[in-house]
């Protein structure tokens, strides 16, 4: 299936522990993004990489830190996990900036 | 920022009805897309629409940008419409940043 997939699908980990999620596309876009949503589903970006080049970062704390390995890979790595941090984190892609993006199916992150 | 506004907050209407949803923001865009994220939490990419009209089925969309709003129309809703309907623009300005708004929340009773 063509598709933006995402893993985990489900993370509960507790306060202070680092973790990953990982982000694959295989639409052959170029440009990937990672989003927030809060528990009021208000969606924020955090950050986006075209062509495996960082070209957003939102105010997103430095613990939060992305890494793209290639145009198909976008992965989230977030250290010293806090409570605040639990939400939402959907995974997107588009074929360049200005287009439609295809989202992933979200990774539920609960830290306690 | 731009500022992005949605209206309706909430919809609930019968199986068979129509609706307009309502985007209205700030500043001029060179972006606008309206996303369904159905009860199981996916977001669905309905429409990219920077301007113009579009028709997908029972949805379609219009953007006047001259004007900074943008409508969503569903026909005929189905149960299946339920979910949050979120419209997300990026200014001009080559920042890239989409900015969502709040969301309008759609139930459709059968």
């Known amino acids: 299936d063509t598709a933006v997939s995402q893993t985990p699908k489900y993370l509960v980990t507790q306060m202070g522990n680092d973790k990953s999620i990982k982000c694959e596309q295989n639409l052959g876009h170029d440009t990937m993004y990672w989003y927030k949503q809060d528990s009021k589903k208000f969606l924020k970006i955090m950050f986006s990489y075209n062509n495996k080049e960082l070209i957003i970062n939102e105010t997103v704390p430095n613990r939060f830190s992305p890494k793209s390995p290639d145009k198909a890979h976008l992965n989230l790595h977030i250290n010293s996990l806090e409570l605040g941090d639990s939400a939402v984190y959907f995974c997107?892609?588009?074929?360049?900036?200005?287009?439609?993006?295809?989202f992933g199916p979200g990774t539920r992150l609960t830290v306690t | 920022g731009i500022q992005v506004e949605q209206s309706p907050p909430d919809l609930i209407l019968q199986e068979g009805a129509n609706s307009t949803l309502r985007c209205n923001f700030s500043?001029?865009?060179?972006?606008l897309q309206w996303f369904h994220q159905n009860p199981w939490g996916q977001l669905i990419n309905l429409f990219y629409?920077?301007?113009g009209t579009k028709q997908n089925g029972r949805l379609s969309a219009t953007t006047v940008a001259t004007e900074r709003y943008s409508l969503l129309y569903i026909s005929s809703s189905q149960t299946t419409d339920s979910g949050v309907y979120f419209c997300?623009?990026?200014?001009?300005?080559?920042?890239?940043?989409?900015?969502f708004g709040r969301g309008t929340s759609l139930i459709v009773h059968p």
């Open positions: 500043d001029s865009v060179n972006n």
């Open positions: 997300a623009v990026e200014e001009t300005g080559g920042s890239y940043i989409p900015t």
């Open positions: 997107a892609s588009s074929q360049g900036v200005q287009r439609g993006q295809y």
């Open positions: 629409i920077p301007s």
